[in-house]
Nanobody
Framework: QVQLVESGGGLVQPGGSLRLSCAASGFTLDYYAIGWFRQAPGKEREGVSCISSNDGSTYYADSVKGRFTISRDNAKNTVYLQMNSLKPEDTAVYYC?????????????????WGQGTQVTVSS
């Protein structure tokens, strides 16, 4: 069964850090581009970051540049999103998605598999 499972969300104070994990089962992430998305209440789901499978190129939304870092460990079939200097506006449900192509996209279209999401709440 093909599955993506996110973990690592939680409640953190402004300025704090979290590391999200996206673990794949039922398929190998090596040949998939991976994206992280988030959706806050009342807002559309938006792309946060993505990493390509061919050369490991990474892309970030302007709102998270310099604070978030995406990485992948193909041996563990897992992709990570390190989030530092978190702000209240980062509060959202975070999803990972896999795209069966080498180049990643920050847009929602073109992703084949999605996880169920993990809640991130940034609040004092």
């Amino acid at each position: 069964q093909v599955q993506l499972v996110e973990s690592g969300g939680g409640l953190v104070q402004p300025g704090g850090s979290l590391r999200l994990s996206c673990a794949a089962s039922g398929f190998t992430l090596d040949y998939y581009a991976i994206g992280w998305f988030r959706q806050a209440p009342g807002k559309e789901r938006e792309g946060v970051s993505c990493i390509s499978s061919n050369d490991g190129s990474t892309y970030y939304a302007d709102s998270v540049k310099g604070r978030f870092t995406i990485s992948r460990d193909n041996a563990k079939n897992t992709v990570y999103l390190q989030m530092n200097s978190l702000k209240p506006e980062d509060t959202a449900v975070y999803y990972c998605a896999a795209r069966g192509a080498p180049v990643c996209l920050l847009g929602r279209r073109g992703y084949d598999y999605w996880g169920q999401g993990t809640q991130v709440t940034v609040s004092s």
